[in-house]
Nanobody
Framework: QVQLVESGGGLVQAGGSLRLSCVASGRTFSSYAMGWFRQAPGKEREFVAT????????YTADGVKGRFTISRDNTKNAVYLQMNTLKPEDTAAYYC????????????????WGPGTHVTVSS
């Protein structure tokens, strides 16, 4: 069992930056691939980024490529999402998730989810 808790969301002006954190409980964090997803009001959950168990392989969605970076620190049981040059369309609830089966952009591939943290980008 893995419990995930996100933090770092908030209100930021367009062009600004935020760094989201997700801390996991349990001693097996390093065996999970991790992902970030987001969901805006009235929209489906959307893939943002994923990283493998070691941190050596990561990829981001086309819509955030070059602006968002995912990373992890297995010594801290944490995964991060650095978000730069934020746009109003990045406004959403952001969720981290853990997968036993490897990196994926598909939400159903993930076994555990955090409760989410809200990001609001004002224009």
């Amino acid at each position: 069992q893995v419990q995930l808790v996100e933090s770092g969301g908030g209100l930021v002006q367009a062009g600004g930056s935020l760094r989201l954190s997700c801390v996991a409980s349990g001693r097996t964090f390093s065996s999970y691939a991790m992902g970030w997803f987001r969901q805006a009001p009235g929209k489906e959950r959307e893939f943002v980024a994923t990283i493998d168990w070691s941190g050596s392989s990561a990829y981001t969605a086309d819509g955030v490529k070059g602006r968002f970076t995912i990373s992890r620190d297995n010594t801290k049981n944490a995964v991060y999402l650095q978000m730069n040059t934020l746009k109003p369309e990045d406004t959403a609830a952001y969720y981290c998730a853990a997968s036993r089966f490897g990196s994926s952009s598909v939400p159903s591939s993930y076994d555990y989810w955090g409760p989410g943290t809200h990001v609001t980008v004002s224009s």
